[in-house]
């Protein structure tokens, strides 16, 4: 059976653009991505223990989606590109988005039609970049030209499960405690804040990482 059907006239409106709004989290956090059937995704993104989606805000009718066709030698592919822009250059805004600029993400974003999609999987995620710009006079934007990038077989779907929660900024990230065997890395804890870590060992430890690189 052939998968042409019929596209009817549109009637309802379209609007243009993306919600200022974008949900993110890093592809290595991710420990279940659900099967992409028919261009969508109906379960839940699992994340690993401890960790939650974050939310950029970005500034009011900046973000848009692009998708090109790039004829490949593997075949068809799709090049696609999410730009938006961060207001107002800070220390924090600019170290944060310096350290995931070496990292690799899976993005949600709702469009203004109100239609909620995925960018990147977890075999196929997206890269992020970013310029900086102050302008040189009091009426040009001071921030960020920011994209969510891709090329290759096409990575994006419609989400149709439920829209996840985002970690609260003001609610204390939870610990992590991993064992790293030198082969493997395990999580063998989450612990709240307040709690009391103990560490029972005949041996001294020899090292002891905290946050350590973006992508490990």
Request: hydrophobic content about 40%; glycine content about 8%; charged content about 20%.
């Amino acid at each position: 059976m052939s998968y042409l059907s019929e596209i009817a006239r549109l009637t309802s409106q379209n609007i243009g653009g993306v919600n200022p709004s974008l949900k993110l989290v890093r592809s290595n956090d991710v420990a279940v991505y659900p099967s992409i059937i028919d261009g969508k995704v109906t379960d839940e993104i699992a994340l690993k223990p401890g960790v939650g989606w974050v939310e950029w805000f970005c500034t009011s009718q900046t973000a848009g989606i692009r998708s090109r066709h790039v004829d490949g030698s593997e075949g068809n592919a799709r090049a696609l590109d999410l730009g938006f822009v961060i207001s107002k250059d800070t220390a924090v805004k600019a170290n944060q988005l310096e350290r995931a600029s070496d990292d690799s993400f899976i993005v949600l974003f709702r469009d203004a039609n109100g239609q909620l999609k995925v960018f990147g999987t977890k075999e196929k995620p997206v890269r992020f970049k970013f310029d900086l710009a102050t302008g040189n006079n009091i009426r040009a934007l001071n921030g960020f030209s920011c994209s969510f990038y891709y090329s290759g077989p096409d990575n994006s779907a419609f989400y149709l499960a439920e829209d996840p929660e985002v970690l609260d900024p003001d609610v204390p990230a939870p610990v992590i405690i991993q064992w790293n065997d030198g082969v493997t890395i395990q999580t063998i804890a989450v612990a709240s804040p307040g709690d009391v870590v103990r560490i029972n060992s005949d041996f001294d430890y020899t090292s002891f990482d905290i946050n350590p690189v973006i992508n490990p």
